[in-house]
Every structure is written in structure tokens, then in C-alpha cells.
């Protein structure tokens, strides 16, 4: 559990609680009108520039950031203080979770926070600030943090697989969720053994999880993981795993990697197509190459439609197999001083310098 923030189990708070601390420096938890002016806005002031509504009655002052995604999740909660708590996507943004931004597919538009609903008094309606989550959760997967109420971080991240459009979107939820070591692969597993038959959408989490990887480093690797698999019919890669030529020097590590037939994949996303980071592409796929790797790309534009990187995969590994062994001089053995960080497990052993050594390449991703 990270040391920096404290979180405790509880049941689910009194009618008529709000925050029990304070949210995290630089949110603002929404506020009713005050006739007096001492606790919020007066009517006269809710109605002028000076504050801005957020959801039901309730106002934060106009130069809080309405698109930073933790104010809204704090807008949300607001909300219905008393009788439901943050879960899904939002819980896993709180807990840390980078790369859960809380947008649609189509990478703008904002989704409605997920509150989960447990005395049974929450309203039944929603709003575009949130979507009450009617399913009974255990107190023990319930807790607070940064003064928000929310569900454990196994919790929110098996409800937002369980309602996952499809199996790419559960897989993506929980490589993401790894990326930040918020759950690992033998937690998931067990929950969804515990829960199998009583949860709607579990089976989707067990499918899900004889795809996830622990060690995937943005959300297009893993739909880049799941065409190689999924639609190109091709053998399962390693995600992230660093190649040393022979002399233990790092060749590069790239985002997915079949260490049997030598054909390694990145992503390349449309930074990737001009200036200086193209350059290092170039020099990236010629230092594979050298070492007797057969390098593909997946493009921005394969995401929908697939057909010409499935194309392009096929055609590397034809490549592959036709090399001799005698030009394969590179090796996923990592010389003795290298300290592995490709499962939560190991990650969570690292101390926090170790972390910010070690990982940089990954928030360099993020």
C-alpha cells in the first residue's frame, strides 16, 4: 500500500456525513448557497461569474478547473455525501491509477463518475457528473482516502472490467491498473474465483485474465497485444521486456516481444511520425535489426482497422523463421547487476528510490 496516504476499511458512513478530511490540496469540494454568505455562495453570487454549478444545488468558485479529472471526481461525490462512494474508473484515478483519465473511447469526451449505492437512500437518477452503481459491496472493500469514501482498489478494478464493453476493454482495465501496481494478476484471479456465480460480469474478468500482463505500459500496447493474438492468430508476447546483445549490453526494450521466433512490436502513435523521436524510431528498429530481431510497427490507424499490421506481422515472422540461429545475438537474459521490474510483485518490493531509478522509462510512456 503506498506509505503517502492513509486509508482505512469502514462500513458505510451516516446519513447526513460529508467528507471526514479534507480532499487533497488544490480540489475543492462543492459547497451549497448560504444566505448569509459565510459557507457558500449567497443566491445573488451563485448566479453570477464568480462560481460555477457543478451537480444539484451545490457551487465551487469559477477558476476551479472543470476538466481535471479529480475535481470531478470530488463534484461527484459531493453529490450524495452520505450514502454512496466512489468506485470503478474514479476510484482507480484516486487511487493512482494514470492512465484511468475517466474519457469515452473517443478521448474527449468526459464519462460519469461511478458512485456504488450501498444504504439503499442514494436517488435513483444520474447526471453527466455520475451514475449511481446499485450492487451491495462488502465493507471490507470499502475505505477512506484524501477525504473521499471509495471502494477498495480490488474492488474498483474488477467492477470496471465486470462492465467493460469487451474482453480488449477488461484486459486494458487491468494491465492500467497493474501499470501503477494497484492489483496484481493472483489477486484478480482469486476474487474472481471467490465471486464466480454471484457477480454479474465475473466471467468476463476470468476471460480477461488469461490475457492481462502485469508489465503493459500504455492502453495502445495492449490493443496492439490483442491483435497479435486475437486477430493475427500469432503466439503470445512478453510485454516490455528489455533485449541485451551478447556482451550483457541493452539493445532496447520494446513494447511487445516474441522471444521464440525473435519478431519484436512497438507502437507508434502519430508523435511518433515527425522530428526527433521518428530519428530515434529509425535508429531503434536498425539496433533490432541488428542483432537479428525482425522489428513491426503498429500505426495510429491499425487500431481500426487491423489489416494491414496483421499483414505486416505474418510477413516478420516469415522473415524470422527463415534466419539461421547463427544471427541471433541477442538474449532476454539480463546480466546479473539488472534488477527486473515486469510484475507487480517485484515492482512493489522496490523502494522508492529504486522505483524512480528503475521505472523511469515507464513514466516516460505515461
Known sequence: ???????????????????????????????????????????????????????????????????????????????????????GWAALRWWGGAWFEGLAADGRTPLPVPLAAGDGHARRTQDDVFEMVWEFVSPKHLTRRDGLRLTTRLWSVTLAMRRARDLGGAVRIFD??????????????AFAEEHQGTRTGVELVREAMVYADENAWSPTEVDFRMVWQLVAGLPRPVCNRPVFDLNGQLVGTPDLLDPVHGVAGDYD??????????????????????????????????????????????????RARAKPLSDRRWTIEPPRWWTRTDTVARRRALTLEQRRRYLRLRRQAA
Open 269 to 318: 502513435g502519430a508523435l511518433h511520425l515527425e522530428g526527433a523521436q521518428r530519428s530515434r524510431d529509425v535508429a531503434r528498429e536498425a539496433d533490432f535489426r541488428s542483432v537479428g530481431l525482425e522489428p513491426v510497427t503498429m500505426l495510429a490507424g491499425d487500431r481500426h482497422d487491423p489489416t494491414e499490421v496483421v499483414r505486416r506481422l505474418h510477413a516478420a515472422y516469415r
Open 1 to 87: 500500500m503506498d506509505p503517502a496516504h492513509s486509508s482505512q476499511p469502514g462500513a458505510w458512513p451516516a446519513r447526513g456525513e460529508g467528507p471526514r478530511e479534507q480532499v487533497r490540496p488544490g480540489l475543492v469540494w462543492p459547497v451549497r448557497r448560504d444566505k448569509a454568505g459565510v459557507d457558500g455562495p449567497t443566491p445573488w453570487q451563485a448566479r453570477g461569474p464568480e462560481w460555477r454549478a457543478t451537480s444539484r444545488g451545490l457551487y465551487v468558485p469559477a477558476t476551479v478547473d472543470p476538466d481535471l479529472v479529480e475535481q470531478r471526481i470530488v463534484e461527484a461525490a459531493a453529490v450524495e455525501p452520505s450514502c454512496a462512494v466512489v468506485t
Open 176 to 189: 492500467m491498473a497493474a501499470y501503477n501496481d494497484l492489483v496484481s494478476i493472483p489477486e484478480v484471479v
